[in-house]
C-alpha cells in the first residue's frame, strides 16, 4: 500500500513538472514574439520645429528631416517645399536629383530667394530663405518623392511657422475732405508685431489715442483715423511696437472768408492775375515776332567821295607848254 502510495506521488511530480515546462516554453515563444512585434519598423516621418523666427530683410533656416521604409534608397528623387497648406499650397521651392547623384538640381526658386541647404540623400530637407520680407510670414510644409511607387513619398502635415518681425513703418498719411467741409484724418503702418497708432496734433495732446478703422487692417498692416480736424495746424500719426517707433506728419490748412464780397473778390483776383500774366505773354510774342520780320542792321560807316570843286583843272583848258606871262600895270 505505501509502494503504491509513492509511485502516484511520483506521477503527480512528472506531470506537475511537464506542465511546469511546457508552460515556461509558451511563455518564451510569446514574449519574443512580442519583442519581434514591439521592435520599431522604419517608417515615413518628418520632423521640423514649430516655429522659426527672423527679423525682415535677414535670413531663416527652416529646418527639415526625414525617415523612410527603405534600407537603401539611391533612386532618382524630389524635393519640395510649399508655403501657406500641406499638399495644395504654392510651391515656392523644388529640385531633383538624378540615380545615385547627391546634387540636387534647383528647379523653382521663388523670387531666387529660396536655398536647399541640407542634403535629400542623407534624409535632410533644411531649406535657407534671404532677404525677408512680411510677406514672407506664415507656415511652410517640406516634402520629399521617390521614383517610382506612388506610396513612396512623403509630406509633413503641421509644417513650420515662420514668424517675420519689423519695427514700425507708415506706409500712408493723409487727409481727406468729409461733409459738411469737414476733414478727416488717416494713418496706415505696418510692422510685426501690429503696431500701434496714435495721434497728437492742435487741442489733442501728446499720445492722444486714434480710432482704428474697421476692415482696414490686413495682416501686418493697422489703419487708424482721426475722426474730425477742428484746428488748422500740425498733425504727427506714431506707430510703435516692441522693435521701434516711426512718425509721419501732415498740415492743414483753410483758408477762412470774411464775407461773401471776399469770396467773391477773391476768385475775381486770380482770374484778373491769369488775364494779366496772359497779356503780358501775347505782347512779349508779339515783339519778338517783329523782331524776326525787321531784323536791325547798324549803318555801315561812310565811304569817302571825291570833293566837288568851282575850278578846272587849267592843265586841261591851256595848251601844253610854259605859261604865258602876264604883265600888270
Not at 148 to 177: C, F, K, Q, W
Request: hydrophobic share 40%; aromatic share 6%; net charge neutral.
Amino acid at each position: 500500500m505505501e509502494g503504491s502510495f509513492q509511485l502516484l506521488a511520483s506521477l503527480m511530480c512528472v506531470i506537475l513538472m511537464g506542465s511546469f515546462v511546457r508552460t515556461k516554453r509558451d511563455t518564451t515563444r510569446n514574449l519574443l514574439n512580442t519583442e519581434l512585434h514591439s521592435a520599431p519598423a522604419q517608417r515615413w516621418s518628418m520632423k521640423l520645429p514649430a516655429e522659426v523666427s527672423a527679423a525682415a530683410g535677414e535670413a531663416a533656416e527652416l529646418p527639415c528631416t526625414f525617415t523612410h521604409p527603405h534600407r537603401h534608397y539611391d533612386g532618382p528623387l524630389t524635393a519640395i517645399w510649399r508655403a501657406g497648406e500641406p499638399y495644395t499650397g504654392p510651391q515656392v521651392f523644388r529640385c531633383s536629383a538624378a540615380q545615385s547623384s547627391e546634387l540636387c538640381q534647383t528647379a523653382l526658386s521663388l523670387h531666387g530667394r529660396f536655398r536647399l541647404l541640407g542634403n535629400p540623400r542623407r534624409n535632410d530637407l533644411s531649406l535657407r530663405v534671404e532677404r525677408l520680407a512680411l510677406t514672407d510670414d506664415g507656415r511652410y510644409f517640406c516634402r520629399v518623392e521617390f521614383a517610382g511607387d506612388v506610396h513612396d513619398r512623403y509630406e509633413s502635415r503641421h509644417g513650420v511657422r515662420l514668424r517675420v518681425t519689423a519695427a514700425p513703418r507708415i506706409v500712408n498719411i493723409s487727409v481727406l475732405p468729409g461733409p459738411a467741409h469737414a476733414f478727416h484724418a488717416l494713418c496706415t503702418a505696418e510692422g510685426e508685431p501690429p503696431p500701434t497708432l496714435t495721434w497728437s496734433g492742435p487741442a489733442l495732446g501728446n499720445g492722444s489715442a486714434a480710432v482704428p478703422s474697421p476692415g482696414q487692417d490686413h495682416g501686418h498692416q493697422v489703419t487708424a483715423e482721426l475722426p474730425a480736424l477742428a484746428h488748422d495746424g500740425h498733425y504727427t500719426c506714431a506707430a510703435s511696437n516692441s522693435l521701434g517707433r516711426a512718425e509721419a506728419s501732415v498740415y492743414l490748412f483753410r483758408f477762412h472768408g470774411a464775407s461773401g464780397a471776399s469770396a467773391i473778390a477773391l476768385p475775381l483776383g486770380v482770374l484778373g492775375l491769369k488775364a494779366l500774366l496772359l497779356l503780358c505773354v501775347l505782347a512779349a510774342c508779339a515783339s519778338a515776332r517783329r523782331r524776326l520780320e525787321y531784323p536791325v542792321t547798324r549803318d555801315a560807316s561812310p565811304r569817302p567821295q571825291a570833293q566837288e570843286s568851282n575850278y578846272e583843272n587849267l592843265s586841261q583848258m591851256s595848251p601844253q607848254g610854259p605859261p604865258a606871262a602876264v604883265c600888270s600895270p
